[in-house]
Nanobody
């Protein structure tokens, strides 16, 4: 059974930065594609970014490209989301997810999900 635990969320002023972490259990972490999604109140779940197995094939939503960066440490079985220049519209619950595929950008491609961490950006 694969488990994902997010951490690092909190309250930050617009223009500030946060780094989210997602610790992943399991023996095959390095080959998993890892993604970050977010969901704001009253809105649908939104793709944020993903990184392919072994660190290949990253991509970002247009809304965060240039501000957010995903990375992974396979030795620590952890994926990170560095968020810079945060905006109030970034406020959401952020979820990490793992896919048995080498690359994945859609929710249906992900097999495991974390419980989420709240990010709130004040104006």
């Amino acid at each position: 059974q694969v488990q994902l635990v997010e951490s690092g969320g909190g309250l930050v002023q617009a223009g500030g930065s946060l780094r989210l972490s997602c610790a992943v259990s399991g023996r095959t972490f390095s080959r998993y594609a890892m993604g970050w999604f977010r969901q704001a109140p009253g809105k649908e779940r939104e793709f944020v970014t993903q990184i392919g197995g072994y660190g290949h094939s990253t991509n970002y939503a247009v809304s965060v490209k240039g501000r957010f960066s995903i990375s992974r440490d396979n030795a620590k079985s952890t994926v990170y989301l560095q968020m810079n220049s945060l905006k109030p519209e970034d406020t959401a619950v952020y979820y990490c997810a793992a896919s048995s595929r080498f690359g994945a950008s859609f929710p249906y491609e992900y097999d495991y999900w974390g419980q989420g961490t709240q990010v709130t950006v004040s104006a």
